[in-house]
């Protein structure tokens, strides 16, 4: 089955940044869209982050619109979350899944590990 892996968080002060991986085993993600998803203790659950489709079509939710940038990497099995001019809101564990690209929901519920990103100054 396959399975994501998450890396590349970190801490980093506001207007920084960091790029994120997520790592696929058991297959590849060329097969696949692919989100990036992220939550906070203490926050409500907000939806998709952004994605990017079968035909590399990419979709950002608004806050993230011109500092975060989805693309697939060289390799079949890794696709790459840039993020640029990072703000304290950006602080929260990243997870990464495939998508159906329809709904803007992971094809499973079987979550990572994720990823910590904290942005402080």
């Known amino acids: 089955q396959l399975q994501l892996v998450e890396s590349g968080g970190g801490l980093v002060q506001p207007g920084g940044s960091l790029r994120l991986s997520c790592t696929a085993s058991?297959?590849?993600?060329?097969?696949?869209?692919v989100g990036w998803f992220r939550h906070a203790p203490g926050k409500e659950d907000e939806g998709i982050l952004c994605f990017i489709t079968h035909d590399d079509d990419t979709h950002y939710e608004d806050s993230v619109v011109g500092r975060f940038t989805i693309f697939r990497g060289s390799t079949k099995n890794t696709v790459f979350l840039q993020m640029n001019g990072l703000k304290p809101e950006d602080t929260a564990a990243y997870y990464c899944?495939?998508?159906?690209?329809?709904?803007?929901?992971?094809?499973?519920?079987?979550w990572g590990q994720g990823t910590q990103v904290t942005v402080s100054s």
């Open positions: 899944a495939a998508i159906d690209a329809s709904t803007m929901t992971p094809l499973s519920r079987d």
């Open positions: 058991g297959g590849t993600l060329d097969s696949y869209a």
